[in-house]
């Protein structure tokens, strides 16, 4: 009785951290992916017309977008990254926003941690489950039910505190709770400012909290079509 009560307990122990780790997982996929897309680079540039801003070329402003992500995934604890201007090479940031660029990119490698752990976890759970008996599958449907459901929750909290609170103190907010010195706090004349306006970041929350909130829908419509059916098939027989 007492090792069935055990692996009783270590089964509620896996659900609850699977349904913990999706959410996880989600947000920081959606993360990763930001940091290393250049259309989303290239999609700001152009749109705040960072090129007038910064008196940039497009193709420096390439090099500046292919540089920060080849940073963020290198072992350079430092970046270094010259562009062009007006004839000239000079380095693009200065050294505060260098430490600050710093400190993103341990932020940047702790989520890719934890997008690792999460999707073993996640993946070994789901594929034990599908291995298992057909009960174990109706077990998956349901904690994936739970942990989407949480991820979309989370996503219409931040929506909605963005909307109350607005959205330039909740991301000054973030900063002051991320980061424990103040580099980030930079002049409107730096590098990162010109490059990265307030506005690029509402879109690119824009789009972390839609693909977060499609893929947990998405998560939910196949979990519980496939409860449905089930239930379907138990009662015609």
């Given at each position: 009785m007492q090792g069935i009560e055990e692996l009783k307990n270590l089964d509620t122990a896996a659900r609850v951290i699977f349904i913990s780790a999706l959410p996880a997982l989600l947000i920081s996929a959606a993360i990763a992916f930001e940091f290393n897309s250049l259309w989303l680079y290239k999609d700001g540039f152009e749109k705040y017309?960072?090129?007038?801003?910064?008196?940039l070329a497009e193709a420096e402003l390439e090099k500046a977008a292919t540089g920060l992500i080849g940073y963020f995934?290198?072992?350079?604890e430092y970046i270094s990254l010259t562009v062009v201007k007006d004839g000239q090479p000079f380095e693009l940031f200065s050294q505060r926003e260098v430490a600050h660029l710093r400190d993103v990119k341990q932020l940047v490698r702790l989520n890719y941690r934890l997008l690792l752990g999460?999707?073993?976890?996640?993946?070994?759970?789901a594929g034990v489950c599908l291995w298992r008996r057909k009960k174990s599958r109706h077990r998956?449907?349901?904690?994936?039910?739970?942990?989407?459901s949480i991820a979309l929750?989370?996503?219409?909290v931040l929506g909605v505190g963005s909307t109350i609170q607005g959205f330039d103190q909740l991301f000054t907010q973030f900063h002051f709770l991320a980061f424990?010195?103040?580099?980030?706090?930079?002049?409107?004349?730096?590098?990162?400012?010109?490059?990265?306006?307030?506005?690029?970041w509402y879109d690119a929350s824009m789009l972390f909290g839609g693909i977060v909130a499609g893929v947990a829908g998405t998560l939910l419509g196949v979990a519980g079509g496939y409860l449905w059916r089930a239930r379907r098939r138990s009662k015609s027989q």
């Open positions: 017309n960072v090129s007038q801003t910064t008196g995934n290198s072992d350079e999460t999707a073993i976890y996640v993946g070994a759970y998956l449907a349901r904690v994936v039910i739970i942990g989407g929750g989370m996503i219409i424990t010195n103040e580099f980030w706090m930079l002049d409107p004349s730096d590098s990162l400012i010109m490059l990265f306006p307030e506005g690029f």
